[in-house]
């Protein structure tokens, strides 16, 4: 097996939950021509690329298995790569309120079937005024989707959730900073929420049995045996990416096609890299992301690291 090390820089830099992001580092696996990718996002993933580099090393200790993120890369290896696959995927509207405008009018050309909106990132009319103005904009046929985060306290998700009045969407990702008080917040309010980063934290469910759907990002969550035991629960699946490089992309809609074909994908993020290790893109058509059959990475530009 090789691996090599790369680096993405953003074609801006990205705000998610309150850091700024300038580039996407990851590390790349190959094995027998088949390739997968373990890339954890700070912030978010409970490990480094160090970490991984370390574990493929077998240097990493206190830990008793791989982090996440390489489990679901070398999970992959066991899987040739399926081309071409076509995935639904969600439009992701992510940026201030000028960008989001305009990515509004980009959604409506793409013909997916939803479309995935951050918010918590601004004050909360704000929040509240904008996603008012895309929900209008959408044709209804249009699902709408929230993502804010974990970014809220109890009572300010209640005054954006009630500010919307009857607005039409179809769920929300982790309104609040405390996740245990989400049933609490349904049951208050009606509305319907999603797991995300709780997935992360915890893998019961127990706390959670109005969950509307489980976003599922396998660089987060670890494999294949990650993704089957939240098929089990019966929920809905979201697969979603974390802004992985093409290889990572292309493994979560393997992901995608076996265990959600028919749900709308978060795979919507290889618009905002500056460039990819794929040299050919994957496609978009009616709302639909597909391989292409083209599966050779480009390494010249690759740091390999010694294993």
């Known amino acids: 097996m090789r691996a090599f090390r790369f680096q993405i820089p953003f074609k801006n830099p990205i705000l998610l939950k309150g850091r700024i992001y300038a580039d996407r580092q990851g590390v790349l696996l190959e094995r027998n021509g088949q390739w997968a990718e373990a890339s954890p996002l700070p912030g978010f993933s409970l490990e480094t690329v160090d970490d991984v580099v370390a574990s493929l090393r077998g240097k990493l200790r ?7 993120s390489l489990m679901f890369a070398l999970s992959a290896l066991n899987e040739p790569f399926a081309a071409p696959i076509s995935v639904p995927y969600n439009f992701l509207l992510l940026g201030d309120s000028e960008e989001i405008a305009e990515r509004t009018i980009d959604c409506q050309l793409s013909k997916c079937k939803a479309v995935k909106m951050k918010v918590g990132q601004d004050s909360l009319e704000s929040d509240v005024k ?95 045996q990650a993704v089957a035991k939240l098929a089990l629960s019966g929920k809905p699946i979201v697969f979603s990416a974390a802004f992985e490089s093409g290889v990572g992309i292309r493994r979560i809609m393997q992901l995608a096609a076996e265990f959600s074909p028919d749900i709308p994908a978060g795979l919507d993020t290889l618009d905002w890299l500056a460039n990819d290790v794929f040299p050919e893109s994957l496609q978009k058509q009616d709302g639909l992301l597909t391989t292409p059959r083209q599966v050779d990475v480009n390494t010249i530009e690759l740091e390999e690291i010694v294993l």
């Open 130 to 224: 904008l996603v008012k103005e895309v929900r209008q904009a959408l044709p209804g046929n249009i699902q709408l989707r929230l993502d804010a985060n974990q970014s809220w306290d109890f009572e300010e998700a209640v005054f954006f959730i009630e500010s919307l009045g009857d607005l039409d969407f179809e769920y929300i990702e982790e309104p609040l900073r405390d996740p245990l008080r989400m049933e609490e917040l349904f049951h208050l309010t009606g509305v319907s929420y999603a797991l995300d980063e709780s997935l992360v934290q915890t893998d019961c469910l127990d706390p959670w049995p109005n969950a509307a759907a489980l976003v599922c990002k396998p660089t987060l969550l670890g494999g294949r």
């Open 62 to 68: 206190g830990k008793q298995k791989p982090p996440a």
